[in-house]
């Protein structure tokens, strides 16, 4: 493994807003359901010595003693024997991180934690054991005692101390499981019957009882599986971590797990899927080739692993009077269905649950949509607007009022601004794509009068006269009262930050008109293809024209801005979804502007200005802040569409990210986004990275 | 008052175990629900200064940069205006502090919270909407303005930061009610048309909002209602604090909130706490006669309305299966229903709500109950025990193993150790108060088998050979597993730990006996009563001739203890409640007992023994570690049972006890149990000292 292994990653069901989050040292990780990070959980896993009474555990615990000071009594039972468990020392700790499984070994102790990655059923119409398989809200671990060289039994352990603040722990003991868990919320459990469960006020409680009647002591914090391995046997035991959440759980719509229709409690989760165990960690372990076997680097195989682990962390699958309903939530901030991530997530969705792009689009139309009016920054006059989505749709588990997010805020020009424009583009490009990859024309069909309204919303905000349309946006949003619209890029500088002229969201609107041009063709709406058309040409025409002396093309046109941006090659991957690949070729008819676009990212790519002095990539020459999911994106531009080699300079700008990634303190925060000067600063926690998927289709 | 107003209390609604704790400075209090300790939320209520734009606020709040660091953009929404509200001074601030009722004035502003002291009906056959109106998951504010000598408009907000780890704020706006909450979980709302609710991510956000829109901002981590009075006008306003959880919230046993029959949301809370507003705040209002218009001392009506407080903070009334299923958690350790509590809750409970003794007197013998046999300390050979019950039914919404507690453990002697023979007294306590206070002698057929088994299982645990029995316990559970048993009192030294040959336990199995003697009369079973009689006479005889020279009985008899306790005098409380006061009156058949115990209390009352220096009482000479509700308990037992006068040294101790619960640091604690030399030190937050309402009941 080309870099340290103590970093956090998710391990996690699909659709369950949860993660097994583990890898970073001390009480780090743990079992976390809804939460915008890590649940800071001690877990405890280890392994007897060979001399035996004593115990060695990974390094993913702190110590219990403020818990244990309210139970103020000087008594054995709340002072921990530190000296019974000593962590292994990191030399001694391999790790070997796959997309399906992350597997941990020490002396004598293994475990491998096995995570889904698989497609999705679309659950109206769907395979209902396939369906259940998939969602079953549950992540799987074998921990493997290799006591073939020892004369003695050892034991090993495998636990952890819940943080939920409004329930208890407990032991479970139902019809031949056992196990431990916190309330109805989390647990783990097994159905090995040499398997003993229990807790304790601390883990060596747990370890060393005497009597066997203190393992269900239900005060204790802790508690842990005991398993134990014969003198000279090689065995490995099977152990489920489950979450459960039942009722409804969130507020504005009101929506159940789409699980609990087939799971009644975390008792039949534990039940299915210890019964399941062996081919759902096949299936786990299969999901390691999406990965493997490709002609990836160690970094991209790590990076795209990683990212994937993210995302399912972040997924949320719910119902709504018996229709299903999907969120992917915003990482640390918690905002549900992004729109701005939704069509990063898009190429990643549509390759395992294109059900689930097509459930988000119909949840924009249906309820998060709204009509504005636009004015120009400099009169504020108002003129005719139209349609656009909002930003997301609500946070952590609260849906916002119909037609607006959480985020939108009126009144100002940076961050929390409106994202009217770049979020009428992301339903364009994700409508689009999605039709063309999957075919599905009744989704066009069906939504044929909101595609004609998203495009007259874009013409009208580029201009009010047709003739002086230009293809960028040039008019703000009425909701902004006055201020100015931003993109997804909210938190850098203006050369990213500001829509209205913006040389990324320009790009991304001739991807739009591309598509659209041959949308409304299908659709018969040849008036409409032919306005595509020329604005797809006027669009090009402008970019191509703002082509500097020195070779780039400035972030914001006709503004004065001389800062250089990595994204501005971004647009250029929806024409490649939507069967509009020949414009993107040299010798194409948008053979000037693609060679203006080549010769931008050449000149940009260079160290000290889209460069970062460790070689990795820095999105704006003006911003430190640089974000990873975007690079992805754009390292697949730059390689599939825009035909460049990949070579050193290359490798070293992955091995840079691979570095930010496992920053030894900021990789508590397991795939994040938002990377300033190699520190993790924001976003983190975060589901966007599966961009990387995209690497998969390189040539 | 009496002491300095900055204390924490619950202010709860009946059986929701939620609290809307305030009074400790800081971020302090706030909507907690299921919590063993405040919810450590900002709370915001303030007024417009008279000069207009700034505020003046309680000082209930601190800051939430650190909660705001994560939106790392350097943007005027994450940067609160620290400059706008300023606090009132402490000199400008005061409390009335009753049991229905808290009021706070400063300046023009006065805010009270309403809070129920009712009556429980009995959920089968009460009145449903006398049930309604008592267990509806709200208690109730209002605030006033007094504008009239100022010729401009003012402002004033009422708000807070929720903590809930899974759900962000919210906005609520729907039919006729406008409100901020949490998820699904809890909200403050009001239906006065003219109030402003909004979210900012700091609360001078949702005060100087340029644009109402931004009321609406989801991602806002702080939410208000501001409301606003016309110059020179008067003006008060309503609003609701509001807690709702739906779904199975326990597990071992599946329950529900038995509120959840009535109000399916917490919308459905706040509609119906807002339309029956006026009555059910003259409810609260009414019940502080319950403290008011007596003969009690400031000191005294101040802690029994503290106390009182905090009992409905701990208590949860579920439903399981259709039928109502009552706990009371046990505050910082949310214990459920611990056994020594419910023996001390008994006589508020039985003022308030008999039909809760009962319930939970057959949870007790349908799941908590179990069998063992006895031992002596020096020989550990195995007698016959008897039936005894569960120290608690469980902790923190985990219903325990039927047969078990959360609490007892094997193979100690001291705090976790089990409690057999204090519980199972308890719940022969229990039982005859209940049937002699509420003449359901039903109960007492319907349990006749236990209450003989219970008996038998007495004198199993006094000595294996009738004619050695000496009234007191001499034998461990089996359970112990070669331990012993400790009493309630468990994290005491042994003089009140030690359950066997205890004098606390000993009066107290004098009085159960007494209990008996009379109650298997009634039940004609009189070869019992006659046993119970001669048990009852010998346990006299035994406890009066340990009498020392100095004039006390030792706390441990007959094993050279010579530590004093209070709690001697402790178990006279149940002949009071048995219909057997003749038996406590110095002319009676026990008048050499009664002088005794007379004698004894005399002679440890006094400084150094057991009075602490500041005159609290101690209740061992030996231990440092008081507990308030026992204080309660035996002061009403020395007054009114001991006849004794209530001179100035008892002022002066419930001058100190005062102090102990105000302490400037520990008071953040609402009303707490054990006091270690003056300091709040465990048993914090906790339902226990409504023994107090015994004092009512003073001639």
Known sequence: MPYEPFFNAHHSPVGAFASFTLGYKGASGGLGIELGKPADENMYIGLETEEGGTYQAFPFFGDTEEDLARFAVGNDQTEGDQSLITHFSDEEIQRDFNAGTDTWRAGDLEFTIYSPVREIPDPEGGNVQNLKDTIVPAVFVEVTIDNRNHAKKRKAFFGYQGEDPYSGMRRITSSGIQGIGQGRRTAIVTNDAAAKAGLGFTIDKVL????????????????????????????????????????????????TYYYTQYFSSIEEVAAYALDRFQPLIDHCRSGNQLVDGQKLTDEQRFMMAHSI?????????????GKPLWVVNEGEYRMMNTFDLTVDQLFYELKMSPWTV??????????????????????????PGGISFTHDMGVANVFSDPGRSAYEFAGIDDCFSFMTHEELVNWLCCASVYVSQTGDEAFAVKHKEVLVEAFNSMLHRDHPEPEQRNGLMGLDSSYTKGGAEITTYDSLDVSLGQARNNIY?????????????????????????????????SCAETITSEMTEEGYIPAVITEGNTSRIIPAIEGLIFPYFTDCKEYLKEEGEFGTFIQALKKHIE???????CLFEDGGWKISSTSDNSWLS???LCQFIYREILEFPWGEQEKAADQAHVKWLTHPKLSYWSWSDQIIAGEISASRYYPRGVTSILWLLEK
């Open 208 to 255: 060393n009882v005497e009597h066997e009647f203190n393992l269900g002591f239900g005060l204790g914090l802790c508690g842990a599986i005991v398993i134990e391995a014969e003198a000279n046997e090689k065995k490995t035991f099977q152990l489920a971590v489950c979450f459960y959440r039942d009722g409804y759980v969130t507020s504005g719509i009101d929506t």
């Open 309 to 321: 682990k993210s995302y399912y962390g972040n997924t949320q699958f719910l119902e709504n009077n």
């Open 358 to 383: 097509k459930n988000v689009l119909e949840q924009f139309t249906d309820r998060y949509s709204y009509k504005d009016t636009v004015f120009f920054p400099e009169t504020k006059e108002q003129h």
């Open 505 to 537: 969201l320009a790009v991304k609107c001739w991807g739009v008109y591309a598509a659209l041009e041959k949308l409304f063709q299908k659709l018969e709406l040849s008036d409409l293809s032919r306005e595509a058309g020329r604005q797809l040409r």
């Open 603 to 609: 000149n940009v790519l260079k160290p000290g200005v």
């Open 630 to 632: 975007k690079i992805y």
